[in-house]
């Protein structure tokens, strides 16, 4: 296990930043290659990596980044041919594995004249593809609560706000797993203020949090009771705030499902997306004001999904449109309502979805974990990111004399506020873990961590 | 700020220099001076320290730039009193005030000595004595972040102790900080061990060739004879020893691209070519004063001319003859030497070539920017490739800083002893530079035992001051820099 690779970046952007320091908290040996000073500075003496400002379109750079070395390409430059051709000469110099990040949809689809295998990318990174392809399952498939499936469909991590109402605010963890012993279940991690947190026992759930609940599946509906999640809904109304890729697509994909809203503020781009969408109605206004809004008709949606180019735009807009629903809820007849808004930045992640924006989504750490995911496969079984935290969910294998094997997880020290092993299989399903599991080797572990001990649960639970 | 990282870091620090410790043990059971109790005492009580700070604050904790900093300034003077230990014990050193004067100077690779009579010292202290250079030489914080867990720490102190191997350009070789740092403690062991298969090949015994080498790669300066190099009057053991002073004035990084046969990166190097030029110059003019003043003869001259501007300028301080006795002239141009250190990434210190190189293309810019060709854009080149201009003003504060703690540090010294002007600013060059012997009363026949304490513990911050490179050791006194 924790196998090194030589990985060669280009370009230290947003998704380059961000992997880098992921991939080198997991101990590969990180090379960036980076047009301008500015970014290298930001990154001197934050990132271990060996940093290197130089034109990737330069050959004396590969040479100067001992590029032959190297296992994998990843080319996230902002321009997408440079990262095109990025692929062609790590081909050529004899790079096994090359990732890539192309925009451009036009270049992928079905019967385009060039195929990723023709310009030798392995994988194709589009960020707001990811993003928009997120959301709709998001819609789609859980009528808008937040579940991801783990272990092939028989355990679920659902994500739910906790406010005062709550039956679950104000206790202790422990309290909550006595209090409700007739079924399983486990908060995995929690998201308060600006930070993620890793609960103990301990840890006592407050209003504001939101908290994500690790179940089988077969509980799911008992916990989304609990959670006072709407577990089913038969239609689905959802207005978009922003017209730009992701928009656009988000309404692509949901056009023919559910009945969409785009609110675009340019009004040549909204009447260009009146012609391409054709069943989503289109209307030309400012989504950040209140009063376009209400206008727009928000009090008959269902979920609101905050899609600009700008962070700030996109969280305020979610905070105020639920906000609203608070105000008018009479009006609203007590339904569920949701926001998802896209945000770019790390820092605002964990801020935006303790403020009111119940899924933060960034297409940044999407287009980071499909990555980590293609370099990690074989490693780690599955991995998901959970949405609005630092937190990863991981799926592994117990090592043949791993540390976590000596002792029930109750008394393994260590892993307090730092590793929650959520759930295990061993022959005859999965289970959730309680503080007096005993793990053995060849059992299958869930375990939920912050992403910067990933390595540690590696170390933990591989041996 | 994390106290318990910074406790852990230290008592990682701690383990090593108690395991450190172990090899002078060795000398002191093969010589039987009644030295090895100390040394084993010393020992055991900086593990016994070290190794329950270690345990009790795991890991797992990020250290910010601030720690980095603490953990710099302060690790080395918790080294050094540690390390004073066994002088104290043993008795050959009594004074705490003198031992740690000692190992500072040891450990900053300064070479500055308070023992009048070096050579009734047992061989396992003399052995310790030796060996805090070539800890010191590499960075004592390097060799311990190899010890700490992976994480951005380790590189945060790296950067804060502004250790050998780190270039003004910030250019790594290795993607990965710890793999730098043990390519470069290899590079360095080599460099020792090569050193002392030519010293013994020349017939000197393999205690004293280990400690001239732990001296000579780290370009500190302890030597276990009271007159130092001069002890064996040989032209072979100078010669050799040039040549590794030399090589530890090379950024170490270009040994790395020899070994791959990169020798295009070596060609570029800006700071090696202006290195070479600096040292021909002043060798050249030395030689020339010497052997037109009659001082010796032609080839002697060359001998010893060479032999005190390399030393002084890869800041070593060994010294073969009492430069005092010079002409006026030569004495003036080592003075100019002093000032000059070798290249940055190598173990020396004191302002590097590198400085002057980026302070000098920007000072011709500038100038002929602002007298003859407004339009001018300036631009400083280093190795084929410009330089930021955070660099360039770091440079230039670098040296002006420099050259007001000489003449500060002169005046304090003054103040605290009754001594004259020249040996006042000289002490503080030697010991601000890390050199050792300086002119006056602390002079290539002197040493620096007569200083009262006061003066002895400005010395030794002084030291720590050239060692860190000015700006670690100096932010602490920053009031903000305590608050948050």
Known sequence: MKKSENILILGLGGVGDYLAKRLSHEGHAITVVEQFPDALNRADGELDARLIRGDAMSFSCWLNADAKKMDYLIAVTDDDAVNIIGSLIADRLGIRQKIARVRSLALWEKDAPLKAEDVKIDLVIRPEELAAREIARLLKLRAGNVVFDIAGGQMQVVGTRIDETSPLAGFKLLELSQKYNHFYFRVVSIARGINTIIPSGDEVLLPGDNAFILARSEDLSKVLDLAREPSDEARHRVMIVGGGTVGSRVAAILEKTFPVRLIERDAARAEELSHQLKNTELLHGDGSEVKTLLEAGLLEMDTIVAATSDNETNIMSCVMAKNVFKDKANEADGKRFRSIALVGREEYLVAASTMGADVVLSKKVLAANEILKYIRRGELLSVAHLHGLEAELVELVVGEGAPITRKPLLRIEGTKGKIIIGGYSRDNGWQTAVGTTHLQPGDKVIAVCTSDHLRDVQSLVLG | ?484
């Open chain 2, 1 to 484: 700020m994390n106290s318990r990282g910074i406790a852990f870091v230290m008592g990682t620090l701690l383990l090593v220099t108690g395991g450190a410790m172990l090899a002078p043990v060795l000398v002191a059971a093969i010589y039987g001076e009644g030295d090895l109790i100390p040394l084993l005492i010393s020992a055991v009580i900086s593990c016994a320290i070290g190794l329950p700070l270690r345990l009790k604050f795991s890991h797992g904790n990020v250290l910010d730039t601030r720690d980095a900093i603490v953990i710099a300034a302060f690790g080395w003077i918790v080294i050094s009193a540690v390390s004073s230990l066994p002088f104290i014990l043993h008795g050959s050193i009594p004074s705490f005030t003198d031992a740690f004067f000692e190992m500072m100077s040891g450990y900053t690779t300064t070479g500055a000595t308070i023992l009048t009579d070096i050579e009734v010292v047992p061989h396992g202290l003399l052995f310790w004595r030796s060996q805090t250079h070539l800890l010191g030489g590499m960075g004592f914080l390097t060799l311990t972040i190899i010890f700490l867990p992976h994480g951005v720490a380790g590189l945060r102190i790296f950067r804060a102790e502004s250790s050998p191997g780190q270039v003004i350009t910030r250019e790594r070789f290795t993607a990965r900080n710890r793999d730098a740092i043990t390519y470069l403690w290899v590079i360095y062991l080599s460099l020792n061990l090569l050193q002392v298969i030519f010293m013994c090949a020349g017939g000197m015994s393999l205690f004293d060739s280990l400690c001239h080498a732990f001296g000579t790669v780290s370009t500190s300066g302890y030597s276990p004879y009271n007159a130092s190099i001069g002890h064996y009057n040989s032209a072979y053991f100078d010669w050799v020893i040039i040549l590794f002073m030399f090589l530890g004035g090379v950024t170490f990084m270009l040994f790395y691209h020899a070994a791959r046969r990169e020798w295009q990166v070596i060609r570029i190097n800006t700071e090696l070519r202006w290195y070479l030029g600096f040292l021909a110059f002043f060798c050249g003019l030395t030689t020339w004063l010497l052997w037109r003043d009659g001082t010796y003869d032609f080839l002697d001259s060359l001998r010893y001319g060479t032999f005190q501007v390399v030393s002084l300028l890869t800041t070593t301080g060994f010294t073969t003859a009492d430069y005092e006795l010079w002409p006026y002239a030569a004495q003036m141009l080592l003075i100019m030497v002093c000032f000059v250190g070798a290249c940055a990434g190598s173990t020396t210190s004191g302002i590097k070539v590198i400085h002057y190189v980026v302070i000098w293309k920007f000072m011709v810019g500038a100038i002929k920017k602002i007298f003859f060709q407004p339009l001018a854009v300036l631009s400083v080149r280093i190795n084929e490739l410009p330089v930021d201009k955070g660099v360039v003003y770091l440079s230039i504060c670098y040296f002006i800083v420099n050259v007001f703690m000489v003449l500060g540090g002169g005046f304090v010294m003054v103040l605290l002893d009754d001594m004259d002007a020249v040996t006042g600013m000289s002490s503080v060059v030697a010991a601000l530079m890390n050199i050792g012997p300086g002119f006056g009363d602390v002079g290539p026949s002197e040493n620096f035992a007569w200083i009262s304490p006061a003066g002895k513990w400005f010395l030794a911050w002084t030291m720590l001051v050239g060692r860190l490179e000015m700006f670690s050791a100096l932010v602490i006194f920053y009031p903000s820099f305590w608050r948050r």
